[in-house]
């Protein structure tokens, strides 16, 4: 077996309409087809992707506690101010560390329903204006 990439992440939802408006205003992901299911959600589709990258799933109940050990989800973005100018407009906190090391700044935040998302942006990108 040999691994070819990622193919895509499912969070839970207790509003479908908040999480599909937090991932298409704040990420710019785009909704998508979504073959019949016997449940509520959404695909969400990255330009110039042919498939979804994020898949939501609306009527599962939410965990008490969060099962397995994935702590976060992360995409390489580009265009550092305008995405932290996006969060300070939602009112979304959130930390930004650069890791010069790595060539790399990470801009992390949460979605409505607790899961971490990472956004990597080039180390070269200029220094935000926060």
Same mark, same amino acid.
Request: proline share 6%.
């Given at each position: 077996m040999?691994?070819?990439?990622?193919?895509?992440?499912?969070?839970?939802?207790s509003?479908?309409?908040?999480?599909?408006?937090?991932?298409?205003?704040?990420l710019g992901l785009r909704e998508g087809y979504?073959?019949?299911m016997n449940s509520m959600g959404a695909w969400l589709y990255a330009a110039g992707q042919k498939h979804a990258i994020l898949h939501i799933m609306a009527e599962r109940p939410m965990p008490e506690s969060a099962p397995g050990v994935i702590d976060h989800m992360a995409f390489t973005t580009?265009?550092? #101010?305008?995405? @932290?100018?996006?969060?300070? #407009?939602?009112? @979304?906190?959130?930390k930004l560390n650069r890791m010069k090391e790595l060539g790399v700044w990470q801009l992390f935040f949460h979605d409505p329903d607790g899961a971490r998302v990472e956004l990597?942006?080039?180390a070269d990108e200029p220094e935000p204006q926060e």
């Amino acid at each position: 077996m040999t691994i070819e990439g990622m193919n895509h992440f499912t969070v839970l939802s207790s509003d479908l309409g908040k999480t599909k408006a937090f991932y298409m205003e704040i990420l710019g992901l785009r909704e998508g087809y979504r073959p019949p299911m016997n449940s509520m959600g959404a695909w969400l589709y990255a330009a110039g992707q042919k498939h979804a990258i994020l898949h939501i799933m609306a009527e599962r109940p939410m965990p008490e506690s969060a099962p397995g050990v994935i702590d976060h989800m992360a995409f390489t973005t580009a265009d550092l #101010q305008s995405a @932290i100018d996006t969060l300070k #407009q939602h009112g @979304i906190a959130y930390k930004l560390n650069r890791m010069k090391e790595l060539g790399v700044w990470q801009l992390f935040f949460h979605d409505p329903d607790g899961a971490r998302v990472e956004l990597d942006f080039s180390a070269d990108e200029p220094e935000p204006q926060e």
